[in-house]
């Protein structure tokens, strides 16, 4: 955008809303997980293991790799499930590293 005073400005999208008005239909999108099932994280180099294989299309769910740490202590971490989702049994397990 060129304003006659300035010259050249730089616009960016922050943030939208959207909503869904007078929809009849709706897309049933199918759980990505089943009973048993293994995530395998590995934050150091943003990679995603479902069941011991590589799955890129998992770290697409919006992680922010470069802002995630743990700080030393306790922390709590939360999964929340879908409201619709029937309740499940999680386990996570976190190893420490430096570098």
């Known amino acids: 955008m060129r304003d006659k005073t300035w010259g050249e400005s730089t616009m960016y999208l922050i ?18 997980f089943s009973n048993g099932d293994v995530l395998k994280i590995d934050v150091a180099n943003a990679k995603t293991y479902l069941n011991g294989s590589l799955d890129p299309t998992m ?20 999964i929340t499930p879908s409201s619709w989702a029937q309740p499940f ?4 397990e976190i190893r420490e590293a430096w570098l």
Do not use: M
Not at 15 to 32: E, F, G, L, P
């Open 15 to 32: 943030a939208s809303t959207v909503k869904w008005q007078n929809v009849s239909w709706y897309t049933n999108i199918k759980n990505r």
């Open 89 to 92: 049994a999680c386990e996570v």
């Open 59 to 78: 770290h697409t769910i919006g992680n922010q790799w470069e802002q995630f740490e743990l700080p030393p202590g306790d922390t709590e971490i939360t």
